[in-house]
């Protein structure tokens, strides 16, 4: 058995980007301060990557792309199940880093590298689905399509999953023959630093760099960067506009956008209150991300006529997530991930209270955790909530929880896409027809019916509306790094 990684030798060392295979400095010679929200204090100085940075990785990554998509793609497919092994054997590290970096629960993070290496072998495993197909257009002649690379890719990340989603993203467009160029989110970049290092074993140099930066400027560097046609970006619905301003300004460009989220979950009467309510309180995803996930149903949609019994056993339930360190392996949830993110949160505390709504648990930092340092916000539930309010149809990131009453079905669809956004959805009926209705007129990319947060890998994620385009987890993504070209071969 190998022993625990140690936090403090772990964080003892020097931070570098990954460019061209090997650790560089930002050509700026510039360093930030990277904060733990655990202890409110800087727990690392990292490259300040910018659009410099960029255009260096892009240059070491257009003749590794050359070189790359040549390779069979079983043959890449090998690698990148290489990146799996890879990934796990260090997941206890790359926990750990995750853990003081983004206040997530260390316990809560070795399942999101499992998640991740599941990710990387579902794509590992379809290389040969990279296929064209042949069209019977004429008699005489030949006409197919071949499915080619881009070449040079962007991948920009937030930090709420942040090594699920440095490894996990990489993994179609690596398969599908791209060399990547993955910008990490700045307030918890470390474990994707140290993957990079771990992947550069393991992958040809340039087919993978990592840069990050303080703010925008490397975010814009692969936005903006012309070589870099196709760009998959997960983040907030603003910056995924900005991404497209700015692609749009330099060229042609794929941009897919997994944005965010005011998901609704509706339960209607004939639903089982202690599962509805187990169900609302996983669907919020307050265990491993403190609720900061783009799919929680912070919307929760109750029948009049089940809604005290369904909150009670909310509450109760709410109650009993065990918050604290993340970096004890007994919490469930840790801390939100920035001060930006703690304020905010809060703020839409006070913002729905102001409205009318009523707190019925948490509301600011929990009892026995205020003082300290930790940037601790415990679960809240607010009730009274009515549609037209800004803590319904806003997204907050953060752990709270709207309820919001219905009397019929009509009403409850009309509230449900009633905001800007359709990301998911979940629908709790004993009726089939009911189950099948509802969710057939909710305007969102994922529904659960009787159920809610979970992934399946290789199902289709993604939502419509203001929550984005494109899709992924899916042989979907996989195609989507790949261009179609046609071919007519003349035989007659
Ligand atoms: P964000 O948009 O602030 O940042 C995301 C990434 O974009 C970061 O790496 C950031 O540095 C970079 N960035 C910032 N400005 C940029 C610019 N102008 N050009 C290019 N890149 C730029 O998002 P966040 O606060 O890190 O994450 C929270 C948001 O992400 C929420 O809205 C959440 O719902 C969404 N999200 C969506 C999904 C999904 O799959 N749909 C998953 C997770 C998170």
């Not at 790359?94 to 206040?103: E, F, H, Q, W």
């Not at 791209?178 to 393991?202: D, Q, T, W």
């Not at 993978?208 to 303080?214: A, E, H, M, P, Q």
């Not at 918050?323 to 993110?341: E, F, N, Y």
Request: proline share 7%; hydrophobic share 45%.
């Amino acid at each position: 058995m190998t022993e625990a990684p140690n936090l403090a030798a772990i964080l003892d060392r020097e931070w570098s980007l990954l460019i061209g295979g090997r650790p560089a400095p930002a050509r700026s010679g510039r360093r930030f301060g990277d904060e733990s929200p655990v202890t409110e204090e800087i727990i690392a100085t990292i490259p300040d990557g910018d659009a410099a940075d960029v255009g260096a990785a892009v240059e070491a990554a257009r003749p590794a792309a050359a070189a790359w998509r040549r390779v069979p793609p079983r043959e890449r497919g090998a690698l990148v199940g290489e990146l799996a092994r890879v990934l796990e054997e260090n997941a206890d590290e790359l926990a750990l880093l995750d853990a003081i970096d983004g206040g997530h629960p260390v316990t809560g993070m070795h399942l999101d590298v499992a998640i991740a290496a599941d990710m990387l072998r579902l794509f590992a495993g379809l290389g040969i689905e990279l296929k064209g197909s042949t069209i019977p257009a004429t008699a005489q002649n030949l006409h197919l399509t071949v499915r080619e690379p881009f070449g040079v890719v962007g991948r920009i990340i937030p930090f709420n999953h942040p090594v699920m989603f440095a490894a996990g993203k990489i993994a179609a467009p690596l398969v599908a023959g791209n060399a990547v160029i993955l910008k990490p989110p700045e307030s918890a970049p470390l474990s994707a630093l140290r993957m990079g290092e771990l992947f550069a074993g393991v992958l040809p140099p340039g087919v993978l760099s990592v840069v990050v930066g303080d703010g925008p400027a490397a975010g814009r560097g692969v936005a903006r960067h012309p070589a870099i046609r196709r760009i998959g970006f997960i983040g907030s619905d603003a910056t995924g506009r900005a991404i497209q301003r700015d692609a749009a300004e330099v060229g042609v460009k794929d941009v897919t956008l997994e944005l965010g989220g005011k998901n609704a979950l509706i339960a209607f009467p004939d639903a089982d209150p202690e599962a509805v309510a187990a169900g609302a309180v996983a669907g919020m995803n307050f265990a491993r991300s403190a609720g900061q996930s783009c799919g929680s149903t912070s919307r929760l949609l109750l029948h009049e006529s089940i809604a005290d019994d369904v909150l009670d056993r909310v509450v109760d339930r709410m109650s009993a997530i065990r918050i604290g360190s993340p970096l004890d392996p007994a919490t469930q949830m840790g801390t939100v991930a920035t001060r930006a993110q703690y304020d905010k949160t809060l703020r839409y505390i006070g913002i729905a209270r102001d409205e009318g709504a009523q707190v019925v648990t948490g509301g600011g930092p929990p009892a026995g955790l205020a003082d300290g340092p930790g940037l601790f916000v415990a679960p809240t539930l607010l009730r009274g909530v009515r549609p037209d309010m800004r803590i319904a149809r806003e997204e907050v990131f953060g752990p709270v929880l709207a309820a919001i009453t219905f009397t019929d079905e009509d009403e409850a669809i009309m509230i449900a896409n009633g905001v800007d956004y359709g990301l998911t959805g979940s629908v709790w009926t004993s009726d089939i027809r009911r189950a099948h209705r509802v969710a057939f007129a909710l305007d969102a990319g994922y529904l659960w019916i009787n159920g809610s947060a979970a992934h399946f890998t290789g199902v289709p994620f993604g939502g419509v509306k203001r929550s984005g385009t494109g899709r992924e987890e899916s042989l979907g993504e996989l195609l989507s790094y790949t261009q179609l070209k046609t071919l007519n071969i003349m035989l007659g």
